[in-house]
């Protein structure tokens, strides 16, 4: 699949920090929320119906009121990804400009073997979730995926550590929020087995970015059960 993006030009990034503790809060609450109101998470984009597959929701993304940052959720055919458990997942994006290191990502593109070109976003992370609404994994794409220009590690992370969404679904956004704060080193190390995977494949030739057998350069299954549960444990006293 191809998927092209197009915006306006962002404001400013609020680069405000959500701590771990914050985050499992916030999540909890949200999906207390949920149950209360008996609604679903994807409720705001499915209308109770099942996905299309390969049809985006919001038909055309959810955009943060600062014009930065931006997502949307689908779902593959069973026979495109033979093996996978979720109901579908979300694929978040950035436009970055001014706020990246641009000599550090020309050599980013120059070591993948990439010519630099115009792109209006960059992929950041997608998110896969069960039929229930549930964080389920996280993995990255190869550029042919979602036809747009990779970030490196460094500028991919940074800009996820300040990530805030008001996109108008509040209940979407505060898990999106949540479940990455949750996790800040195993995305780190996600996105850096990423860049691995493409820095391997480069090496052997050109197309990298661009080679069918590189769809999921990095994949992390999820147990928010766990995590939320290390997050809230009593700290050991001496």
Not at 87 to 116: K, N, Y
Not at 126 to 144: C, D, E, Q
Not at 184 to 195: F, M, N
């Amino acid at each position: 699949m191809t998927v092209r993006r197009t915006l306006e030009r962002p404001a400013n990034s609020r680069a405000r920090t959500l701590g771990p503790r914050r985050a499992a809060d916030h999540l909890i609450a949200c999906y207390a929320r949920l149950a209360r109101d008996e609604r679903h998470l994807l409720a705001s984009l499915l209308d109770g119906k099942p996905p299309v597959q390969w049809q985006h929701y919001p038909a055309d993304d959810a955009i943060d009121a600062t014009r930065r940052y931006q997502w949307f959720y689908h779902s593959h055919d069973p026979e495109d990804r033979p093996g996978a458990t979720e109901h579908g997942h979300f694929h978040l994006f950035v436009r970055p400009e001014g706020s990246i290191d641009e000599p550090a990502e020309s050599q980013f593109l120059r070591r993948l073997r990439c010519r630099r070109r115009r792109a209006n976003t960059r992929h950041l992370l997608a998110i896969g979730m069960n039929a229930v609404g549930l964080p389920i994994s996280m993995f990255t794409v190869n550029r042919w995926v979602t036809g747009d220009l990779p970030l490196s590690a460094n500028a991919t992370i940074a800009l996820l550590q300040t990530l805030r969404l008001s996109t108008g679904h509040a209940a979407i956004d505060t898990v999106l929020e949540s479940v990455i704060a949750l996790h800040r080193r195993e995305i780190r190390a996600l996105i850096e087995r990423r860049d691995d995977a493409w820095f391997a494949r480069a090496a052997r030739g050109p197309g990298a970015l661009e080679d069918r057998a590189l769809e999921v350069p990095s994949f992390l299954s999820l147990d928010l059960d766990r995590r939320i549960s290390e997050i809230r444990a009593p700290r050991a006293t001496a």
